[in-house]
Nanobody
Framework: QVQLVESGGGVVQPGGSLRLACVAS????????MGWYRQAPGKQRELVAT???????NYVDSVRGRFTISRDNAKNTVNLQMNSLKPEDTAVYYC?????????WGQGTQVTVSS
């Protein structure tokens, strides 16, 4: 069982930045894919970014060029650097880890972009 704990959410003005961190209770090296998802009020949860163990990265079009995902297997962490934030980025952000057979979720951290 892997527990994922997110941190770094908060309230920021449009154009600002936040850095989200996800710390795993055990080694993430065995998790093929790590990622961040988000869910805005009244909307379905959507993929934000993923990174494989080999370092292949994928972003949803709406954040490409503004967000950067990274992982550190030695520290069991996955980070999401979010720049040039927009009000439409407001959501609960969830960390996700996936092995061949299992999927793990964190409890989420709120990001609010508002003036």
């Amino acid at each position: 069982q892997v527990q994922l704990v997110e941190s770094g959410g908060g309230v920021v003005q449009p154009g600002g930045s936040l850095r989200l961190a996800c710390v795993a209770s055990t080694g993430i090296a065995r998790l093929n894919v790590m990622g961040w998802y988000r869910q805005a009020p009244g909307k379905q949860r959507e993929l934000v970014a993923t990174i494989t163990g080999a370092g292949t990265i994928n972003y949803v079009d709406s954040v490409r060029g503004r967000f950067t995902i990274s992982r550190d297997n030695a520290k069991n962490t996955v980070n999401l650097q979010m720049n040039s934030l927009k009000p439409e980025d407001t959501a609960v952000y969830y960390c996700n880890g996936r092995s061949q057979f299992l999927v793990y979720w964190g409890q989420g951290t709120q990001v609010t972009v508002s003036s």
